[in-house]
């Protein structure tokens, strides 16, 4: 059993930066990939971004190709996301999830592990 907690949400102005953690109770490294979602109000869970085991291979949702970068200190068991030029398009609450397939996934039905999200607020 994996449990996650994100951290590293809040309120920003449009143009704005934020990096969110995701700390999972177990060490993640060799076993997990760790991908990003979001639920942004009214509308569906959307992939946002992934990351390896290893941390050699990321996938980006195309909204946030060149925004965002995924990355994982191995060392430490944490995933983050650095989120750079937001927009108001962004506010969401925020999830990092846990997957142990072979391949890297970019659909919620490939991770079986879930945090609690962290809200992220993008103002203009």
């Known amino acids: 059993q994996v449990q996650l907690v994100e951290s590293g949400g809040g309120l920003v102005q449009a143009g704005g930066s934020l990096r969110l953690s995701c700390a999972p109770s177990?060490?993640?490294?060799?076993?997990?990939?760790i991908g990003w979602f979001r639920r942004a109000p009214g509308k569906e869970r959307e992939f946002v971004s992934a990351?390896?085991?290893?941390?050699?291979?990321?996938d980006y949702a195309d909204s946030v190709k060149g925004r965002f970068v995924i990355s994982r200190d191995n060392a430490k068991n944490t995933v983050f996301l650095q989120m750079n030029s937001l927009q108001p398009e962004d506010t969401a609450v925020y999830y990092c999830?846990?997957?142990?397939?072979?391949?890297?996934?970019?659909?919620?039905?490939?991770?079986?592990?879930w945090g609690q999200g962290t809200q992220v607020t993008v103002s203009t």
């Open positions: 990351i390896s085991r290893g941390g050699g291979t990321t």
């Open positions: 177990v060490r993640t490294s060799s076993t997990y990939h």
């Open positions: 999830a846990a997957s142990i397939r072979l391949s890297l996934s970019s659909t919620a039905a490939g991770y079986g592990y």
